[in-house]
């Protein structure tokens, strides 16, 4: 069958499966684990066989269910829509998904009622999907709303910890505040264009602008799907559901929910920034995006500096992140948004790494308490390896793949700057530059505090993790630095087919309506400047200098004479010898340094601002509500004063 | 014709933002969890009201069988009723969910005063 | 082809790369401990003491202590080393240079973070809390020198970019042999000085030693080293004293270009020591170790202060 009806095939495919599950797995645990692989591995292959004909040749699918084709120019049927740019993220989708179905089949082991949970997941994974390959607005909307249910039920899987139905209950009231204001768009934009397929709304947006500027109903409506899919991508106000949402929450659902669920918000800015409103070059939208993605950064980042607690502190870090990736977005450049799409790929590669570590850490010690742990790396020293390379990964160290994102980034903001004129974008690669180092220290705050130091007595029994929880992680270590070094070819593959979609909305037009759809309404085709962009950093280059001075370095050391001494190792007792960790004198005692103990000076110098964000993440919800209702009057009473 | 359409829609209109604000009112002053989801349905109930009100242009309702058609006909659009019908379905079900968390937060935190439930702080 | 092979051998192993800049970061290390000797009214050890301590040092033995992970002990000064070792191919000496990509300044910042984090992964690997409280200082110290380095390196670039974007360190010596020094354009003054203040903190020479503080924590995160390792790691302190000052050479004072190629690079390196000593030693001989809290204080108001004040002036045309 052709690849047209790959995309609705591997979306139904997963909603039947979670029927399956919720039919044949009560009864054994098994029946429902393999439905689930067999799901997601099926997804994963149909998205991957998508690549050639839609990234490489540029083929956009349409696709109208029930065959309800458009009549006389008017789209009356759902239809579904798969360009590169939706097809970038089905790709990132399921194959997190997959690698999160693998890691859950031995990390649920204590846990009862397996089948629920894979249910969930299966209508998670299969909402996803469908978000991404919709062209209709309201589908959309369906779309985010069973995410959000499958989330919060998933947040509240393990019940038996009364926390995990807290963190539940605030993303549900927060998620759905966002949920009907995105709703609230939709009826808006119906209400001026009497139609729900983005294609046909686009062009109508684009005759509107051409001939005389926006409608104050499409202001309102862009402002109000702006604060919706913004609740839904976590942004500043609106983070704080991630943050306790992610602690409590099983792991392999923590790895898609930092990853997936977070960039479903993401896509829905870009879709409708870039494709449906197309007012990204109108410069009051970019500052707008480009300073929440800001303020989201720096205050992510150092709300995880103050955590005790190794799961929050990666939630923050998530948020910090998703900073990064809006500010980028909200440039409106061709080389922002490449830096942005490839940072939303390596942001999943490495997150999903980190959790699976983090779930590793706490499947096999019980705790995930920075203070407690310590010294794990010589009784998991495969975690070891993985977390190291994420956590350099996340810093953006050479070569793994966070640098050259992270690089695009500094990139795409300074030549914003330089291009436009305006200091403000040059602060923002000023900030964006220190919270990478404020990054690094938070990782290597985290490495210090649970894989060095000294191993506390009651951990002394700790193994490595079972070999399914680390086939996931080993997988994706070697694609974090795989995409590093050959983002290249990464670039080529699936990021600028992607960008390229997203610049050119008379191309999304016409596949869906027909051509010449488009230039009947005039939509813009906007000019994909061109990316000239990392072609200076050639990562093989630097690659080979380092590992040619390396043997040059191994072959000095090693054609020394080696009767002065091997490096030597013994299994001494600890307390005592020359193999004993040296205490100038004293007597030797267990003094492991607790993970909020470090960074002493950079939290004394500080402290006022530390201490007012710890008090304002009191946990109340109605704090909470408060935030998202005062930052959703912001943004309207902007979007109408500013955006024409 | 359009004027008695513009005043009834405009009454529709007003009390859909005035239920909307209300709801929004709600889940920020009230401390009492089943207070805070009565404003979240309040507020999906404003919006299916504003829904429904943006098909009507004084029409028939579009029930008809189809030898009943004729070209000219006039009735309301019906896809802001196909809409509502379902987001009041995914009202339900967000209320549904709620309560469930807020029996299960009762068994084990003893109250459902939202000041008090913060475990997860800071 | 061969010849072309050969020749970048030549340069990655001799000159400037591995054996040049060793020598030269080694040979500074001794000129400074003397001239700060002589400066404290003492004799000092020989200039050429650095050797002497080396080679004793590779020939004592190596004890990796039973706490301390294995391999992330013994790479870590390997790895600094040999991305120090990179960057310097990377740094135009006035008019001659090895590598030259179009945006090296970021790329070098990044490779500049990578001997901190070596230290710092060092110093948490041995197992020893005197090394994980020399480790967080040393992080502490990185985060509060990054941002006026940025801030100085940003307003450089602007002024040499002018309304394109340069981030290339052969553009802007380049751009210095046309246009005179950078460090003579009034608006780029605070940025020299912002960048000459970070020099001591990236190298970590008294008083900004706050990661190795013999007095305080131990010698901090190099507790367990001995042997080989340890050598390594003093290596990649010295290599950093030649480094640094060399990039605020070639950042500010670039402009220089006399004809010939040898002279050129000899000046350079009599530059480079100039800055050393102003930077370095002086500040060695007089002044005594910042606390941990008024470093970061120190570097994020004041040096960021000043680098700011200099963008913002680059900025608005001056």
């Not at chain 1, 990234?55 to 009356?76: F, H, K, T």
């Not at chain 1, 500096?305 to 998530?318: G, V």
């Not at chain 1, 450049?333 to 699976?356: I, P, Q, R």
């Not at chain 1, 690659?543 to 009767?563: A, C, K, P, Q, R």
Request: glycine content about 8%.
């Amino acid at each position: 069958m052709s690849y047209i009806h790959f995309p609705v095939i591997a979306v139904m495919g997963q909603f039947l499966a979670a029927f399956l599950v919720a039919i044949f797995g009560s009864k054994s645990r098994k029946a429902s684990q393999a439905i689930t692989l067999i799901a997601s591995a099926c997804a994963f292959v149909l998205v991957c066989l998508l690549i050639k004909p839609v990234a490489l040749d540029g083929q956009i699918i349409s696709y109208w269910m029930g065959n309800w084709e458009p009549v006389s120019g008017y789209a009356i049927g759902i239809g579904y829509e798969m360009d590169a740019l939706g097809l970038f993220f089905a790709v990132l989708v399921s194959f997190i998904i997959l690698m999160s179905a693998i890691y859950s089949l031995r990390y649920l082991e204590h846990d009862e009622a397996v089948d629920r949970y894979y249910t969930l997941f299966l209508m998670l994974s299969g909402s996803l999907l469908g978000l991404v390959m919709t062209g209709d607005l309201f589908n959309m909307f369906i779309m985010i709303e069973i995410m959000t249910f499958s989330a919060v039920g998933l947040t509240a899987f393990r019940n038996y910890i009364p926390e995990a139905l807290e963190a539940a209950m605030k993303y549900l009231v927060i998620g759905s505040v966002g949920s009907s204001m995105t709703l609230a768009g939709v009826a808006l934009l119906y209400a001026q264009t009497h139609t729900l397929n983005m294609a046909q709304v686009a062009a109508k947006i684009g005759a509107m602008q051409a001939s005389g500027g926006l409608t104050p109903t499409v202001v309102f409506a862009f402002g109000l799907m702006f604060v919706g899919f913004g609740i839904k991508s976590f942004m500043f106000p609106f983070h704080t559901p991630v943050a306790d949402a992610h602690p409590v929450a099983p792991t392999s659902f923590s790895m898609v929910f930092s990853t997936m669920v977070i960039k479903a918000g993401v896509y829905g800015l870009i879709r409708i920034a870039y494709i449906v409103f197309q007012v990204m070059d109108k410069s009051s939208v970019q500052i707008l995006i480009t300073a929440f993605g800001c303020v989201t950064m720096f205050l992510g980042v150092t709300m995880a500096l103050a955590q005790h607690d190794f799961k929050r502190l990666l939630a923050f870090h998530s948020i910090s992140q998703i900073g990064y990736i809006i500010t980028a977005l909200g440039l409106g450049t061709a080389l922002g948004l490449t830096g942005s799409l490839f940072h939303v790929m390596n942001h999943t590669l490495f997150k999903a790494l980190l959790f699976m570590c983090a779930g590793a850490v706490l499947h096999m010690t019980g705790s995930k308490n920075l203070d407690e742990l310590g010294g794990l790396s010589k009784k998991m020293p495969h975690t070891t390896i993985c977390f190291l390379i994420a956590a350099f990964s996340i810093a953006g160290i050479p070569p793994f793949n966070g640098f050259a994102s992270k690089w695009m980034i500094y990139q795409a903001t300074y030549e914003k700057a330089v291009e436009s004129g305006n200091f403000f974008y040059a602060l923002v690669t000023v900030v964006a530059v220190v919270v990478s180092v404020l990054t690094l220290a938070s990782f290597i705050k985290v490495t210090m505090s649970v894989f060095f130091g000294q191993l506390p007595e009651k951990y002394k029994d700790a193994k490595e993790a079972p070999a399914s929880m680390l086939i996931p992680m080993w997988i994706t270590a070697i694609l974090c630095l795989g995409t590093g070094v050959l983002y290249q070819l990464v670039d080529r593959t699936l990021t600028a087919p992607a960008v390229a979609a997203s610049l050119t909305p008379a191309n999304y037009v016409d596949k869906m309506m027909g051509s010449g759809y488009a230039a009947s309404f005039s939509v813009k085709d906007a000019v994909a400047t061109a990316v000239q962009h990392m072609s200076y950093w050639n990562p093989v280059l630097w690659l080979t200098l380092l590992v040619i001075v390396m043997l040059g370095v191994f072959i000095v050391i090693l054609s020394g004479d080696n009767e002065r001494g091997p490096v030597l190792k013994t299994k001494e007792p600890v307390a005592d010898g020359k193999y004993a960790t040296f205490f100038s004198g004293e007597k030797y005692r267990h003094s492991h340094m607790g993970g909020s103990d470090l960074f002493w000076g950079f939290k004394h110098d500080m402290k006022p601002y530390f201490d007012f964000i710890e008090e304002k993440h009191s946990g109340v919800l109605t704090d909470y509500t408060l935030w998202t209702i005062v930052a959703m009057a912001v943004i309207v009473v902007y979007t109408f004063v500013f955006v024409k | 014709m359009d004027a008695t359409i513009h005043s009834v829609l405009s009454v529709n209109y007003v009390a859909a933002i005035f239920l909307i604000v209300l709801g929004l009112y709600t889940v920020v002053a009230k401390t009492n969890l089943i207070k805070i989801i009565l404003g979240l349905s309040i507020i999906d109930y404003g919006i299916n009201l504003f829904i429904v009100s943006t098909g009507f242009n004084g029409g028939t309702s579009p029930q008809f069988t189809l030898s009943e058609l004729f070209s000219g006909q006039y009735f309301v659009d019906p896809v802001p009723q196909a809409l509502t019908l379902t987001s009041i379905v995914i009202g339900a079900c967000v209320d549904a969910m709620a309560l469930a968390l807020v029996i299960a937060i009762y068994k084990r935190y003893k109250t459902v005063d939202a000041t008090e439930i913060r475990r997860l702080h800071g | 082809m061969v010849q072309n092979m050969l020749m970048n051998l030549l340069h990655i192993f001799i000159f400037p790369g591995l054996l040049f800049v060793t020598v030269i970061g080694v040979l500074m290390t001794g000129i400074d401990r003397k001239l700060v000797a002589r400066m404290q009214k003492r004799v000092g050890p020989p200039i050429v003491q650095g050797f002497y301590d080396f080679f004793k040092l590779m020939g004592k033995e190596s004890i990796v202590p039973e706490a301390a992970n294995k391999p992330a002990f013994l790479a870590a000064p390997i790895i600094g080393y040999v991305s120090l070792v990179v960057m310097v191919l990377f740094i135009p000496m006035f008019s001659f240079s090895v590598y030259s990509g179009t945006a090296d300044m970021i790329v070098l910042i990044y490779l500049l973070t990578i001997p901190g984090v070596a230290l710092i992964v060092g110093g948490t690997a041995s197992g020893n809390p005197y090394a994980g409280v020399g480790a967080s200082r040393e992080m502490v110290a990185m985060i509060g020198y990054e941002l006026p380095l940025i801030l100085s390196v940003l307003a450089v670039c602007r002024k040499v970019g002018g309304s394109a974007m340069t981030f290339s360190l052969n553009e802007i010596v380049n751009w210095q042999a046309a246009n005179g020094c950078a460090l003579f354009q009034w608006a780029l003054i605070p940025a020299a000085l912002a960048f000459l203040l970070v020099i001591p903190g990236e190298v970590g020479t008294q008083p900004f030693d706050v990661a190795e503080a013999e007095t305080e924590i131990l010698e901090g995160p190099l507790i367990e080293y001995s042997g080989a390792p340890l050598a390594m790691f003093k290596l990649n302190t010295a290599l950093k004293m030649f480094i640094m000052p060399a990039m605020f050479v070639a950042l500010f004072l670039g402009g220089v270009h006399t004809g010939n190629v040898v002279l050129d690079v000899v000046l350079f390196i009599l530059l480079t020591g100039l800055v050393s000593f102003i930077t370095m030693t002086v500040p060695h001989a007089i002044a005594a170790r910042f606390k941990v809290e008024r470093l970061f204080k120190f570097y994020w108001t004041l040096v960021a202060a000043l680098g700011l004040v200099s963008l913002v002036l680059v900025w608005f045309g001056l």
